[in-house]
């Protein structure tokens, strides 16, 4: 099979002619060209969104026990639309101290929302990724 991009000779060897542009200068594409999002480690692990996303009364209970919180995208999980939350402190560091987890597990706590306001219904320990 023949390819428009190569030319053969008398012995039926192929000579290149020209490559395709998306192949020349695609190799050449900078970073920032790939995305905004591709470059996964520029991304800060502990952004403060995680924290500042949470309600109010979560928020709040954190800041309570903690100067600077910092947490993990899976800090928080989401469930029934938001009506409740699940904290995993496992992906949880405060003011430098990850002491949240022991032997037995790390500490998980469970919110819902009621009447508007979320208010803590459950704390545990469990392995930690439950």
Known sequence: MRSRWAAFTNNGHR???CMPPLLIFGSFAPDDA???GSNYHTE???NPQHMS?????IRNSILHRCNEPKALHPFASYSADSKRIVLHFEHFICDGD????SPS??????????RGHYLLVRSYYAPAGD
């Open 53 to 57: 996303s949470l309600p109010p009364e």
């Open 105 to 114: 597990g790390c500490l998980h706590q469970v919110w819902a929302l009621v």
């Open 15 to 17: 000579l290149l002619l």
């Open 34 to 36: 790939l995305g905004k």
């Open 98 to 101: 990850g002491t949240y987890c």
């Open 44 to 46: 800060d692990r502990y």
